[in-house]
Every structure is written in C-alpha cells, then in structure tokens.
C-alpha cells in the first residue's frame, strides 16, 4: 500500500483513494485492462468516469502503458521501465503482459530525433505457461 502512495507520489500523482486501488491491482495482476474491464473489477460500484479519468492522469503522467490491442481496444498497463519504449508481449488466453527487453540503445538514439507521439510495441499471441498448460 505505502509503495503505491509512493509510486504515485513520485509520477506527481496525487494518492486518492482509488487511484492507489488501481495501480494495485494493475501492479498485482501483471495484466493489461481497458476502461471497461477495470470498471468490471470493481463491481461497477466505482464512477466509470472516475476510472476512466484515473488511467487519463496515469497515461498523462507516464506511470501507465497505452496499447491499442489487437482487438482494437485501448488497454492500461503498468510498466516498470521508465522509458516507454520497451515492446510488450500480451497472452490473449491469460491476458497478462510481459514486458519484453528494452530497445538497443542505437535504436533509442535514432528515435530520439523525432519527436515520438505513439510507441506501439505490442507482441500478442500465447505466453509460455498457457502454451505448455494446453500442451501445444
Ligand atoms: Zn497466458
């Protein structure tokens, strides 16, 4: 609890209640939700626009990952790596994102010059557990 306070804390961020509530469980989970699936999580008990603005303030603040999935749904996640610019993997049987190694450094060198608005890095297939639960 008191490392998400200070997450939050550290993106400028200010702890609500709610907002601590969501970066846990976007923390715990390891995996990625749109508006709508985090709105499920809790029940629908909480403000659909109070989510829906938390992941704006997340995003806007960099403690969040945008990626427009591959059913074309915008979906949240947490990402260590400061710099958004580490592809992920997204298991459409488990729904967990792994985040993949960083970009070489090269490569960082050579995107620096533009001016990125979107980074799109997202790998999506079945991870190595439900690969080898299913035995494929
Ligand atoms: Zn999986």
């Given amino acids: 609890m008191t490392d998400m306070v200070d997450i939050l804390k550290k993106h400028g961020v200010r702890p609500t209640k709610l907002r601590v509530r969501i970066l846990e469980v976007l923390i715990s989970s390891g995996k990625s939700f749109s508006f709508t699936e985090m709105h499920k999580h809790f029940d629908e008990k909480q403000d659909r626009v ?23 749904i915008v ?18 049987e488990c729904g967990r994102i792994t985040t993949l190694s960083p970009l070489p450094e090269y490569y960082r060198t050579e995107l620096a010059a533009h001016a990125i608005d979107d980074v799109l890095l997202l790998f999506s297939g079945i991870c190595k557990g439900c690969k080898e639960h299913h035995g494929h």
């Fill in 50 to 72: 109070t989510i829906y603005r938390t992941f704006n303030v997340f995003y806007d603040n960099q403690l969040i990952q945008k990626v427009v999935d591959v059913d074309g």
């Fill in 75 to 92: 979906r949240f996640y947490y990402c260590r790596e400061q710099i958004s610019l580490c592809p992920s993997f997204r298991c459409r």
